[in-house]
């Protein structure tokens, strides 16, 4: 919402940066474009990389989009100098495919969509969630992690608000642990329906079942600043998949593969933090 114009995106970026501060008079376009490259040749004299992460991109207008382009021209004759990663809703595909934008697409060098959540990776979400919080893990039986898993249809959102729920109506009713019966309670006040691609299974009740006894726990991952090095590749592992939202798209980074993903990301490393149950 604060990115309107040029001009608005490039001082952001500065000030994200630390380049600028959020006191400093408005300047023209040229000199933010001089401020960044200087910046960004620095980091690259310092053996480092820089990458700008631009969230909710979808909601961004063709003028904005048109001029993260031009920031992927920052290069030296054999590296880039800023990556650039767009992260939004399904929607930014659509936008990205219009023909206005084609040179945008062109340089787009990897995408990738991440699906909603099998039921496995949303026993070892919550089960993460409920560590973070420090909460036992046997505060869902297993049956109300199924349904959770089917009324949610797998995107950590509404996986967020059923299982929020669930724990002030097992509070209110005195219960040690949230049950499926109370999870359909909810999804009807909220007015969700199943999925119909959820698979549907008979539940059978098992007396005290919890979530945390079959599967691992997700490790959060890292952003900061890397020494440059040869690409590789990072594996956080299946299970990390819960830790962002399924129904969003990444379009990720502009220049071919030849910087290491996990670097400094503008704005973003305050994202990575763990959180609690509440959204």
């Known amino acids: 919402n604060m990115v309107v114009d040029a001009k608005?995106?490039?001082?952001?970026?500065?000030e994200r940066f630390g380049i600028l501060a959020a006191t400093d008079a408005q300047k023209e376009i040229h000199d933010y474009l001089?401020?960044?490259?200087?910046?960004?040749m620095?980091?690259?004299?310092?053996?480092?990389?820089?990458?700008l992460i631009i969230d909710e991109a979808q909601n961004l207008s063709t003028e904005v989009l048109e001029n993260v382009r031009l920031l992927s021209n920052f290069e030296t004759p054999t590296d880039k100098l800023l990556q650039i990663f767009l992260v939004g809703q399904p929607e930014l595909g659509i936008r990205l495919n219009a023909p206005e934008l084609r040179q945008l697409k062109q340089r787009i060098a990897l995408r990738h969509h991440l699906r909603p959540l099998n039921l496995t990776e949303c026993k070892e979400y919550i089960c993460r969630r409920l560590e973070v919080s420090e909460g036992s893990l046997g505060l869902f039986t297993s049956e109300a992690v199924e349904v959770i898993h089917e009324y949610?249809?797998?995107?950590?959102?509404?996986?967020?608000i059923l299982c929020d729920n669930g724990l002030l109506t097992a509070y209110a009713l005195h219960k040690p642990a949230v049950e499926s019966g109370m999870i359909l309670e909810v999804a009807r006040d909220l007015q969700l329906a199943v999925s119909p691609l959820a698979v549907h299974k008979p539940i059978e009740p098992r007396v005290g079942s919890g979530i945390g006894s079959d599967h691992s726990i997700a490790r959060s991952p890292v952003v900061g600043l890397m020494p440059k090095k040869p690409a590789h590749s990072v594996a956080y592992g299946e299970s990390q998949k819960s830790t962002r939202a399924a129904s969003r798209v990444g379009e990720v980074r502009f220049s071919a593969i030849s910087a290491p993903p996990?670097?400094?990301?503008?704005?973003?490393?305050?994202?990575?933090?763990?959180?609690?149950?509440?959204?």
Request: with cysteine.
């Open 34 to 40: 001089s401020a960044l490259e200087q910046f960004l």
């Open 42 to 51: 620095e980091c690259y004299r310092n053996g480092q990389y820089a990458a």
């Open 152 to 160: 949610s249809s797998g995107i950590p959102r509404v996986i967020n």
């Open 262 to 279: 996990n670097v400094l990301a503008a704005g973003e490393s305050d994202r990575l933090k763990a959180s609690g149950l509440q959204s």
């Open 8 to 14: 608005d995106l490039l001082r952001y970026v500065c």
